[in-house]
């Protein structure tokens, strides 16, 4: 009978151990997106900072691995990907480490970032053999103006030129539009084009996207790298517009038109855009995804008016194409992506009452919902929730003459002093003309409340519920 020693049993417990742990290691890619100021680099950072700063006063009774006693730690360890810039989640997190604290500069493009959570698995065959196992997250922050321009692989730069036309001259766009449309529809499509002057008015069409994105507060720009170019700025691949006079040229001498034209050209460096920007996306980034959350904020069109509010409704109706992957011709054409679970969060809750966030995320819901109706989904489980990243107020009752209503109180951003509001009632569905007639709503940009240092974990709203919904069952 073989005779096995202590020394022998141990270093076949370790290697079974490494073995074992290899191979239920696993991994995960989470996307994280959204609209430009929605909300992305707060979330990534808090969503970093609970984990990593677990023990220090984290609240996340809702996250099962951490309720049951399972959780063992998380820390950042080096991006699998090497090419793509680094989240700069220390840079982040000393905005909210300084005093007095503020928000994180804005970001632009994509960027990684890869957490390791160690924990005990739950499975007792499991844990039999060994007692930890790893799961690897991959976050990908990138901007969602890059999901609005999926309907463009559907269109001729034509179509894209006519319906882009029509948009900017519904009543919203129309007054701020009209200079550079008239620009455009004096100029020859046919003769040689002259470089310098379409730069000029691809740059005039970059800034009008831009004042409708930051001054205006709406939603759907296209094309979506035009605001946020990332290393491609100033590159001719983004340099064209729309031609907006389709209806006074003839067809047949458009499709015949050389690449030196005007019309040419606009036309060739759209066919170039989307193949190397819009398709590269797809190809590079989101094929690879395999959980993805969508945040939006819905306060800040709510405050600003109709227009806006139905200019987000309309980029969200854009957004969830990228999601309608089972039957759409795009996708069955281009590549076959595996996202198995999305999750819409309202972000930036902290700035309305308790009460209200039942109807916050029922207004996201119904946005969503809505979309839902018009697309064939395959079977992805979707859920909605309202969240802050970093909470930034406190909540209570105040009075009002003479009665008790809910209030929130807050540090107003660019001002120290604390103020104390009922910013208003969101409204649980889609709102009425109504609604708008009697300016319902009170919105103001809080700054973060106080700061925390570097191991502290950030307060938040829910983001417990938005982890057990996206690892939850990867971390059984
Ligand atoms: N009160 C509150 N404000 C928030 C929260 N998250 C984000 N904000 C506000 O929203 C702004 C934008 O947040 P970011 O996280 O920078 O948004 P982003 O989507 O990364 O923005 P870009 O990088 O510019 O696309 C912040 O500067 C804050 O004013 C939150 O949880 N609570
Ligand atoms: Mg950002």
Redesign the pocket.
């Known amino acids: 009978m073989a005779f096995i020693n202590n020394e022998t049993l141990n270093v076949f417990k370790q290697k079974a151990n490494q073995l074992v742990n290899r191979t239920f290691d696993k991994h995960i890619n989470l996307a994280v997106t959204?609209?430009?100021?929605?909300?992305?680099?707060?979330?990534i950072t808090?969503f970093v900072n609970q984990l990593v700063n677990e023990n220090s006063q984290s609240k996340l009774d809702f996250f099962n691995v951490i309720h049951q006693g399972r959780f063992i730690a998380a820390k950042r360890v080096p991006q699998k990907s090497l090419h793509v810039p680094r989240f700069a989640y220390e840079k982040s997190m000393s905005a909210f480490t300084q005093e007095p604290p503020s928000?994180?500069?804005?970001?632009?493009g994509i960027s990684e970032l890869r957490l390791a959570i160690r924990y005990q698995p739950k499975d007792s065959l499991l844990k039999f053999a060994t007692d930890t196992a790893t799961l690897y997250v991959d976050i990908t922050?990138y901007?969602g103006e890059w999901l609005l321009d999926l309907p463009l692989l559907n269109q001729t730069f034509e179509e894209w030129s006519e319906a882009t036309n029509l948009l900017l001259t519904e009543s919203v766009r129309h007054e701020k539009s009209q200079p550079l449309i008239d620009k455009i529809n004096q100029l020859d499509p046919f003769e040689i084009v002259d470089e310098e002057k379409l730069a000029e008015l691809a740059t005039e069409y970059t800034q009008l996207l831009l004042h409708f994105r930051h001054e205006m507060g709406l939603s759907v720009i296209q094309p979506g790298r035009f605001i946020?170019p990332g290393d491609l700025e100033n590159a001719p691949i983004l340099q064209f517009f729309p031609y907006t006079n389709f209806k006074s040229i003839d067809i047949n001498r458009y499709q015949n038109a050389d690449d030196n034209s005007l019309i040419g050209m606009l036309r060739a460096r759209y066919i170039e855009y989307k193949e190397r920007v819009v398709k590269a996306f797809y190809k590079e980034h989101f094929i690879n995804f395999d959980r993805q959350i969508i945040?939006a904020?819905c306060l800040t069109p709510l405050n600003s008016g109709p227009d806006s509010f139905k200019d987000l409704q309309h980029a969200l109706n854009l957004i969830m194409e990228s999601f309608n992957y089972g039957k759409s011709g795009i996708f069955t054409r281009l590549f076959s992506p595996k996202i198995d679970k999305l999750l819409f969060a309202a972000?930036?809750?902290?700035?309305v009452t308790p009460e209200q966030h039942e109807h916050l995320t029922s207004l996201l819901n119904q946005l969503v919902h809505q979309s839902k109706h018009q697309l064939n989904f395959d079977e992805i489980p979707m859920a909605t929730l309202a969240?802050?990243?970093?909470?930034?107020?406190k909540s209570g009752m105040g009075n009002y003459q003479g009665t008790q209503i809910p209030v929130i109180q807050?540090r107003k951003?660019g001002d120290e002093q604390l103020m104390t509001l009922f910013p208003g009632t969101v409204p649980a569905k889609i709102p009425s003309s109504e609604f708008w007639q009697n300016k319902p709503f009170n919105y103001v940009?809080?700054a973060p409340f106080q700061s925390v240092t570097e191991n502290q974990a950030l307060p938040?709203?829910r983001m417990d519920q938005v982890l057990e919904f996206l690892l939850g069952d990867k971390i059984k």
């Open positions: 959204g609209l430009s100021r929605s909300g992305k680099t707060a979330f808090s928000w994180p500069e804005p970001t632009h922050d901007p946020l945040l904020d972000t930036k809750a902290d700035h969240i802050a990243s970093v909470k930034s107020t807050g951003v940009s809080f938040h709203l």
